[in-house]
């Protein structure tokens, strides 16, 4: 099972040399025991944009989002045995205090019902 882990920082900017390393560290745990897919990290808000649909119609906005109270710092896929294992891999991440990683199970193709495989699959 694929997850994806999304770190959620409690500030952008708050990186010292050291905290980079041990986060080195971490992906190469991750590497070494086989489970890492990709891992990138993301520019803040203020580089951003967003696209929103109001009526069906899309709308861009560009960053930074005053009302954003949380946002990504960037994400690790990881190929676990159970929601389990990759909570665990989460855990031994050397996060900063105020920091979140959100662990989520990555969709498969038969997690979705016949009907919604049998679009997908004609569009193959």
């Known amino acids: 099972m694929r997850f994806m882990m999304l770190m959620i920082p409690r500030g952008y900017g708050d990186m010292s040399p050291e905290a980079v390393e041990s986060m080195m560290q971490y992906n190469d745990s991750l590497t070494k025991a086989g489970v890492l897919l990709a891992v990138d990290g993301l520019h803040e808000l203020a580089k951003g944009a967003r696209v929103t649909f109001p009526g069906g119609k899309a709308t861009v906005t560009d960053g930074p989002f005053a009302e954003a109270k949380e946002m990504l710092g960037g ?25 979140t ?9 038969d997690d979705f019902p016949p009907e919604i495989q049998e679009v997908v699959n004609r569009q193959r």
Request: charge should be negative.
């Open 75 to 99: 994400y690790w896929i990881i190929d676990a045995k159970s929601k389990e294992e990759a909570v665990e891999w989460a855990t031994r991440c050397p996060a900063s205090e105020g920091d």
């Open 101 to 109: 990683i959100e662990v989520r199970q990555i969709q498969a193709m």
